[in-house]
């Protein structure tokens, strides 16, 4: 009973889908229009009036070939030289009778070919000397292929009057006045359509000589307008044609294949609700075990899917290849010969249940495999092309290494196919060429394979070599080969492992030197601090010296706090834990601020400043705030630093799209430190460290400089110290 229930469901389900194949397929045909409307009947009317037009209205004649049939001066210069030059051609005509005229045994015979040849050489040589003797010879040529083109137009005009004698027309050329008419447009009809002035309008005809001149001397194209559009009248199809013409049979054989579908459509309707109300279908029913299945199943669930979509590809192009079965039987029964065609039909709706079936067998096999699995990431690892990709990943990870893999696996695999090839030839040619192939292709393989197996040993050496901490001279790099690649890359990891000791060693060194100025820079004021403290605890001690100690107390405090906040504070840009508010500034005014603030202290100081800054604005879009300690922090380094007597020289222009800031001094103090080590936290040109900076001044700008994208360079040269700062520049 339970496989009854399931053969009928499998049944009223291949009937919703042919009805839904029916109507993608001949819906547009069919449904809702009458044969006048279907695309069988779409515009014939129209075109029969444009054919009447063509062949009797408005036909070609000759008149419409005068251009075709004048010659012209490249038309007569490539007849002539067709075939050649004059000599070539003379040359030519000879050489074809002399055999002839050597062999001919009868005086007559001799004398007729002679005479033929001459006459042809005679021709030829007319034909190099008089244009219009040629001109002649052209113009019967194109007359021959008008008269063929005039005739095949008629013969294409009884053909297709003959198909179409189920139409009436009246017809009027408003130009000519002239009206065309055949049958009663008036009597009883079908069918009516109007034509109107300039529904035709142009049409052309393009007349290629060559499709009709067989020798050759003819390749123009031309083309031949005729006018239609003052052409306006009416076309029907009389009652009384139906039952004389083969298209009364068309009419009644579409009206009753319309009433055919609309009955599948029914039927599928009806199997629809059934399916829905009083047979459910439930996919559970048919997962059933099969051999078929455990053979699909072992398959990767892709090539799974890829069988399924193919058979259910096939199953919809057979089903909808079967939805012309209702034009077979309405033509069966208007007494067409469509007895065959019905046959094959029937047995192509059996295959097509069969298939249905399978169909709807393995979508609910591969279903119930892909719930199986229950997440996206368990499919996708049981599929074929998951593992195609990631053998293709590993094989392409160096693209030059699996290129040159596949191409050596290609050579010995057509090395070894080669023998056997041979041994059932039996061959010496083919021998031959084989070792041919052996000794300029396979043997070089070999060759290239032994020595990058013998270079790849050495990379290897080298490497363990370096994981045991010798670093030895540098691997010797051949060729450009991958293997070559990796011993310049294990190359360059030998030096930058050598690099990354020193800097290690330097990180330890500066490390150092930081933990000493640090405890430096803080004992010392430090240290104030506690003797001050000390001495006003003294009871003896007079008003104005608790006075001058309170105000030294309150200066090194000052200075502790100082050296603690630009402590904090380069740390917390250094670690990027800062926000900037950017704006469009004017970069100018803000140095001219900067430099006014401080040309006191440079007087006092005994310092020359000489300032160069652009006349026009520059603008960028910085923190106002922060760019200020920027160039402040620059200004004052310059100033404690500078040797007294000396000039300082400050620049702001516009260079490449940047905004570039330099300020150069001569040092103080001997430069015998890197550039690169004066930007460290603490670090002072002042080594013994009397000055009152606290040596954040530098590594302070070198970070808010890195916050806004830019970039601090410093260059020292003898004495002269040099700081560039570069911020992009908007205009």
């Known amino acids: 009973m339970k496989n009854k229930k399931t053969h009928l469901q499998l049944f009223l389900m291949f009937v919703v889908v042919f009805a839904i194949m029916v109507v993608f397929v001949q819906g547009n045909r069919y449904f809702g229009k009458n044969y ?14 444009l054919a009447v037009a063509r062949y009797e209205i408005n036909p070609l004649t000759k008149e419409d070939f005068s251009e075709v049939l004048e010659v012209t001066k490249d038309e007569i210069q490539r007849y002539r030289l067709y075939y050649g030059t004059l000599a070539e051609q003379i040359q030519n005509i000879k050489d074809q009778y002399a055999d002839d005229i050597n062999n001919a045994q009868d005086e007559d015979v001799l004398q007729a070919l002679k005479n033929e040849r001459d006459a042809k050489v005679a021709d030829i040589q007319k034909n190099f000397a008089d244009d219009a003797y040629v001109a002649d010879k052209i113009k019967v040529i194109k007359e021959n292929v008008v008269n063929e083109i005039l005739e095949d137009e008629k013969q294409k005009e009884q053909a297709f009057f003959a198909e179409n004698k189920q139409f009436a027309y009246e017809l009027k050329d408003n130009q000519s006045e002239l009206t065309f008419k055949k049958g009663d447009v008036n009597a009883a009809k079908v069918f009516e359509e109007s034509i109107n002035n300039n529904d035709f309008g142009t049409h052309t005809k393009s007349v290629n000589l060559y499709e009709y001149e067989q020798a050759g001397y003819l390749d123009k194209t031309y083309t031949i307008e005729k006018d239609y559009s003052t052409i306006s009248g009416t076309v029907t199809i009389p009652k009384s044609m139906l039952s004389k013409t083969e298209f009364g049979h068309d009419l009644q054989a579409f009206t009753t294949a319309k009433y055919i579908y609309y009955s599948f459509i029914l039927a599928g309707i009806v199997s629809l609700i059934l399916l829905l109300k009083v047979f459910p279908f439930r996919p559970e029913e048919m997962n059933i075990q099969s051999m078929l299945r455990d053979e699909i199943n072992r398959l990767p669930i892709d090539l799974n899917a890829f069988i399924v979509g193919f ?10 290849n079967m939805t012309y079965v209702g034009q077979s039987i309405a033509y069966y029964f208007q007494g067409q010969n469509y007895y065959m065609n019905f046959i094959e039909n029937l047995f192509s709706m059996v295959v097509a249940c069969a298939m249905f079936v399978l169909s709807v067998h393995l979508l609910v096999w591969i279903w119930a495999r892909m719930k199986a699995y229950k997440t996206d990431d368990k499919i996708w690892e049981n599929t074929f092309l998951s593992k195609l990709v990631k053998t293709c990943i590993a094989v392409f990870e160096n693209r030059s290494m699996g290129i040159q893999s596949l191409i050596l696996l290609l050579v010995i695999f057509l090395g070894g196919f080669g023998v056997p090839v041979v041994m059932m030839t039996g061959s010496f040619g083919v021998l031959l060429f084989y070792m041919f192939l052996f000794a300029v292709f396979f043997i070089p393989a070999l060759y290239i394979f032994l020595r990058r197996i013998g270079y790849l040993n050495r990379i290897m050496k080298h490497t363990d070599d370096m994981a045991h901490g010798r670093l030895t001279e540098d691997l010797k790099v051949k060729g450009k080969s991958p293997l070559a690649k990796h011993a310049q890359n294990l190359n360059g990891l030998r030096e930058g492992v050598r690099t990354s000791l020193n800097e290690q060693a330097k990180s330890e060194r500066l490390k150092t030197e930081l933990i000493t100025n640090v405890s430096h820079d803080l004992r010392t004021p430090l240290t104030s601090i506690i003797t001050y403290t000390d001495l006003l605890k003294n009871p003896d001690i007079t008003e104005e010296e608790r006075k001058k100690y309170i105000d030294i107390l309150d200066a090194k405090s000052g200075r502790l706090k100082t050296l603690i906040e630009d402590l904090f504070e380069v740390s917390k840009m250094a670690s990027g ?4 508010s950017k704006q469009r500034v004017d970069l100018v005014q803000l140095l001219q601020q900067a430099v006014g603030e401080h040309e006191e202290d440079f007087v006092k100081a005994n310092l020359d400043m000489r300032v160069t800054i652009s006349e026009q604005p520059i603008f960028a879009y910085v923190d106002g705030q922060k760019w200020w300690r920027v160039i402040d922090n620059l200004i004052v380094n310059a100033r404690k630093y500078s040797l007294e007597g000396t000039r300082v020289y400050v620049n702001l222009k516009v260079n490449n799209g940047n905004a570039e800031l330099t300020v150069k001094n001569v040092a103080k103090y001997e430069l015998n430190e890197d550039a690169g080590e004066l ?6 040109s002042d080594t013994s460290r009397h000055t009152e900076g606290s040596g954040l001044g530098l590594a302070i700008a070198q970070s808010i400089v890195d916050l806004h994208g830019g970039q601090l360079d410093i260059a020292v040269d003898g004495d002269l110290f040099k700081v560039t700062v570069f911020v992009r520049a908007e205009r």
């Open 311 to 320: 058979v259910a590809y096939l199953t919809l192009r057979i089903i909808g």
């Open 577 to 580: 834990n800062i926000e900037i």
């Open 679 to 684: 930007i460290e936290r603490f670090k002072r």
């Open 36 to 49: 006048f409307e279907s695309n069988s009947f779409d515009s014939e009317a129209e075109q029969f009036a």
